[in-house]
């Protein structure tokens, strides 16, 4: 069992940046590739971003493309998501996952956490 806590979220104006944090209970977090997806109200959750364990393999949704960068620090075991140039349509619970594959495919994903809430409003 890996537990995955997320941190980081809050509520930021638009055009603002927000980091996003995703850690584990054990130091295994940086076996596995690890994704972000976010669930806004009324919209069934999506991928943002997803990183391979050696960090070398990263993809990004068409949405976040060039705006946000996914990253880890294996020293750390610890995942990252920094967020810029933030919209409002960018207001999410934000997970992030551990999976089997470097995918924004969420069935590929077993271990999730609990979410962080990003808001994005003036």
């Known amino acids: 069992q890996l537990d995955i806590v997320e941190s980081g979220g809050g509520l930021v104006q638009p055009g603002g940046s927000l980091r996003l944090s995703c850690a584990a209970s054990?130091?295994?977090?940086?076996?596995?590739?690890i994704g972000w997806f976010r669930q806004a109200p009324g919209k069934e959750r999506e991928g943002v971003s997803t990183?391979?364990?050696?960090?070398?393999?990263?993809f990004y949704s068409d949405a976040v493309k060039g705006r946000f960068t996914i990253s880890r620090d294996n020293a750390t075991n610890t995942v990252y998501l920094q967020m810029n140039r933030l919209k409002p349509e960018d207001t999410a619970v934000y997970y992030c996952?551990?999976?089997?594959?470097?995918?924004?495919?969420?069935?590929?994903?077993?271990?999730w956490g609990q979410g962080t809430q990003v808001t994005v409003s003036s």
């Open positions: 996952a551990a999976g089997h594959d470097t995918t924004l495919l969420e069935d590929w994903y077993d271990y």
């Open positions: 990183i391979s364990p050696s960090a070398k393999t990263t």
């Open positions: 054990d130091s295994t977090l940086n076996e596995w590739p």
